[in-house]
Structure formats: C-alpha cells, structure tokens
C-alpha cells in the first residue's frame, strides 16, 4: 500500500524566512510519481510540481525548489524568502504506473503553512 | 476550454436525503475520481473510472455511487445523506499515464444537517 506523511501539522514563519516541508512517502512500486499541491485560503487545489521516480535531479522554480531523495523515500518543498502569499495548506502527493488502480493520488494530511508579515 | 467543472459549489442537505454531485471536463481525460477532504486528514479517493462504463472503488467508498457513462462526465450520488458525509468533495482527471498530473474541478462544499 503507498503512504505519504506530512509530519508538521502547521508551520508559522516571518515574512522573508526560508521554510522546508517535509513529505516522506512509501511505496512497493518501482515507476511512481509524486507531486505537490497548494490550497490557498480560497480552496482550489494549485498544482506545482510532479517528479517521477527515475529523476532525482532537485529542481528549482522561482522560490520554490524541491529535493527528492530516493534513498530516505523523501520528497521535501523548500519556499525561499516566504511572503504573504505563500500562506496556504499544502499536500504532498503519491501516484503509481498507471494501470488500473495504481493511478490513482495519494495525499499525505497537509501542512499549514502561514507567513507573518 | 474549462477544464474540471464541479457543481454545486455549496448545498446544504438533511440526513436522509439525496443528491448528486456533478463533474464535468473538456479535456478528453480518461481518468476521472472523486476525492473528499476533512480537516486533518487530507484528501481521500472515494471512486474513481479509467474510462467511460469503468469505475472502481477507492478509500472511502461507502454511502456514495458512481457512473460513468460518457468520458466527459463523473457524477457522485448520495442515496442517503449522512453527517458524515460533512466534507469538501474534489472532482479531477488525467490522461491516462502520469506525465501529465492531474486537474481539480474547485470543490463543492456539503454540509449534512
């Protein structure tokens, strides 16, 4: 069975502070996917980024940049200079080679990340 | 081009009665699923379809019903609201295969009194 852990509920940071989530996941699969998601207060799921399992290679987008570690099963999202805006609950994602069932999302529980001005 | 519509946005229903939830794309998408969000526990699959007239169970499939009789559309149906059943309910598809991730429809909020 594929599991994804979020273990920080809520994070609270400054306004200009950098801020990693953690994502940890499990899976039996070999090809997989993960992804992660923004919810802004408003509600709509924003999607970020999806990486497959044969790329380990960390990426960069703006402020954002994630680290995928296949060797701790770890997925981790890192916000450099936070603001405001950035305040939000975001999931990380777990999906299999797609085949019947195995498609099928993931989700760990979510962290609550608020930025103070 | 939509994308994933979900309607209603809000519904308020009493226990017992009930109500479909529609979902509706414009991209093609072979697959389509229905997920319910609580607080603290994240997103959780209910059902999901690869195709139209193919549909399967997820998670939490108990007290919902799907069909998916065209490729456009995944409607969700409570026969018997519950309390339970509370929840933000996310609609989204895919092409088949990962390359692509996935769309969410903006959610449709329920509230069972």
């Known amino acids: 069975a594929q599991k994804v852990t979020q273990a920080q509920t809520e994070i609270s940071v400054v306004e200009k502070e950098d801020v990693t989530l953690d994502c940890v996941y499990e899976t039996r699969d070999t090809t997989y996917y993960l992804f992660w998601y923004k919810q802004p207060p408003s509600g709509e799921l924003v999607f970020l980024i999806r990486?497959?399992?044969?790329?380990?290679q960390n990426e960069i987008s703006g402020r954002y940049s994630w680290n995928f570690q296949k060797s701790t099963s770890s997925f981790n999202f890192t916000i450099t200079a936070s603001q405001v805006v950035d305040s939000a609950v975001y999931f990380c994602?777990?999906?299999?080679?797609?085949?019947?069932?195995?498609?099928?999302?993931?989700f760990g529980t979510g962290t609550r990340l608020t930025i103070i001005p | 081009n939509a994308g994933v519509t979900q309607t209603p946005k809000f519904q308020v229903l009493k226990t017992g009665q009930s109500m479909t939830l529609q979902c509706a794309q414009d991209m093609n998408h072979e697959y389509m699923s229905w997920y319910r969000q609580d607080p603290g526990m994240g997103l959780r699959l209910i059902h999901y379809s690869v195709g139209a007239g193919i549909t399967d169970q997820g998670e939490v499939p108990n007290g919902y019903n799907v069909s998916r009789s065209t490729t456009e559309d995944f409607p969700l149906r409570l026969l018997s609201a519950a309390p339970s059943q509370t929840s933000v309910y996310f609609c989204a598809s895919s092409y088949w295969g990962q390359s692509y991730g996935y769309t969410f429809g903006s959610g449709t909020r329920l509230t069972v009194v």
């Open positions: 994602a777990l999906s299999g080679e797609a085949n019947f069932g195995n498609e099928k999302l993931t």
């Open positions: 990486r497959n399992s044969f790329d380990e």
